[in-house]
C-alpha cells in the first residue's frame, strides 16, 4: 500500500516542473514584453523608496562616508520648527484645493453635459490649459498677478485697491491654488463628464415626465450616479496636493515670509539646498507612510464603489 504513496510524492515534483514549463511557453512574449517595465519600476521607484528608508537612520555623506545615527534623524526632524510651518500650509494648501478646486470641474462637467450645441468645442476649450508648459504657465501667471497686471489693473478701474499677490503671504498660496486650478480642471472635468454621459438617459427622460426641472434633474439623478467617483478623486486629490511642489518652488521659493513652504519642498530644500539627506530621507519616510494610509482609505473607497 506505502509503493503508491511513494511513487506520488515522486510524481509530484515532476508535474509542478511540467506546468512550470508550459506556463512559461504561454505567457513567454508578455513575460519578455514586460519585464524593462518591472525593470524600471523597481530601479526608479522601489530601490528608491527602500534606500530612503535605510538613509533615513544614517548622516549621509558622500566624501567621509555614511554614518548610522538610529532615530536622531527623526528627532531632528521633530524638533525642526520649519517642519510645523510646511505640515501647517500643506493642509492649508490642501484646504484650498478642496474648497476652490475641487467643485470646478463638477461644475464644469456638468454645465458641458447640458449643452445641446457645441459640446465638444467647449470640451476642447476648457481642456486646453492642461496642455500649456508649466514654464510659459507660471511666466503667464505670474504677469497676470504683478501689482501692474491686468488683473490690478481690473480691479483699480473698478475702484478696488490692488492686491499684491505674490508678496503678500494672505494671498500667495490662495494665488497658486487658483492658478493651478485654471490649469488642471479639464482633465478632472473630461473623467466625470465621462461618468455623466455613461448615465442612462430614461433616468433623465423619466425625471423629466416628473416634472423634474434642471436643478432637480442634477440633484436627483446626475450627482447620486458620480458619487463614488467624487469620493474616489477626493481622496486622490487629496494625495496629490499634500504632494504640492511644483508652484510653490517656481513662483516663489516658499516665500514669501515661508508662507508657501509646503512639507515637500522642505524635504527638497532640506536635501539639496542643506545638504542634509538624513534628514530628508526621515521626512520622506513620514511623508510615505502618511500617503500610503490615503491610498488605503482610497482603495477601500473604490472597493465599496464598485460593490454599490
Known amino acids: 500500500m506505502s509503493q503508491p504513496v511513494h511513487a506520488s510524492a515522486e510524481l509530484a515534483p515532476a508535474a509542478r516542473r511540467i506546468a512550470a514549463a508550459a506556463f512559461v511557453r504561454k505567457y513567454f512574449w508578455g513575460i519578455l514584453f514586460l519585464l524593462p517595465a518591472v525593470i524600471v519600476f523597481l530601479l526608479f521607484l522601489w530601490m528608491p523608496i527602500v534606500k530612503g528608508f535605510i538613509y ?11 554614518e548610522f545615527v538610529g532615530w536622531d534623524n527623526y528627532r531632528a526632524v521633530l524638533d525642526n520648527p520649519d517642519v510645523g ?12 484645493g478642496l474648497v476652490i478646486g475641487f467643485w470646478v470641474p463638477i461644475l464644469f462637467a456638468i454645465l458641458i453635459s447640458e449643452l445641446r450645441r457645441f459640446q465638444g468645442f467647449v470640451r476642447v476649450i476648457a481642456y486646453l490649459p492642461n496642455v500649456l508648459p508649466v514654464i510659459v504657465l507660471y511666466g503667464l ?6 501689482p501692474v497686471g491686468p488683473v490690478n489693473a481690473g480691479l483699480t478701474q473698478l475702484g478696488q485697491d490692488q492686491i499684491l499677490f505674490m508678496s503678500d503671504p494672505k494671498w ?19 473623467i466625470y463628464l465621462a461618468a455623466i454621459l455613461s448615465i ?23 450627482l447620486p450616479s458620480i458619487r463614488g467617483l467624487i469620493g474616489l478623486l477626493f481622496i486622490l486629490q487629496l ?17 514669501p515670509n515661508k508662507a508657501t513652504l509646503t512639507y515637500a519642498l522642505l524635504i527638497v530644500k532640506s536635501a539639496f539646498n542643506q545638504l542634509n539627506y538624513g534628514v530628508a530621507a526621515a521626512m520622506g519616510v513620514l511623508m510615505f507612510l502618511v500617503l500610503g494610509a490615503l491610498a488605503v482609505i482610497q ?9 454599490a
Open 200 to 222: 442612462p438617459r430614461d433616468w433623465y427622460e423619466a425625471a423629466e415626465i416628473d416634472g423634474a426641472g434642471i436643478w432637480q434633474r442634477i440633484r436627483h439623478v446626475t
Open 85 to 96: 510651518i510646511a505640515v501647517k500650509n500643506t493642509l492649508y494648501y490642501m484646504f484650498l
Open 172 to 190: 500667495s498660496m490662495v494665488s497658486i491654488v487658483i492658478m493651478e486650478t485654471w490649469q488642471q480642471f479639464g482633465a478632472g472635468m473630461l
Open 56 to 66: 533615513s537612520f544614517y548622516h549621509v555623506d558622500f566624501v567621509k562616508g555614511n
Open 141 to 146: 501667471w505670474r504677469w497676470f498677478y504683478d
Open 239 to 255: 494625495i496629490a496636493t499634500s504632494q504640492g511642489l511644483q508652484a510653490q518652488l517656481a513662483m516663489l521659493d516658499g516665500g
Open 299 to 307: 482603495y477601500r473607497l473604490s472597493e465599496r464603489g464598485e460593490r
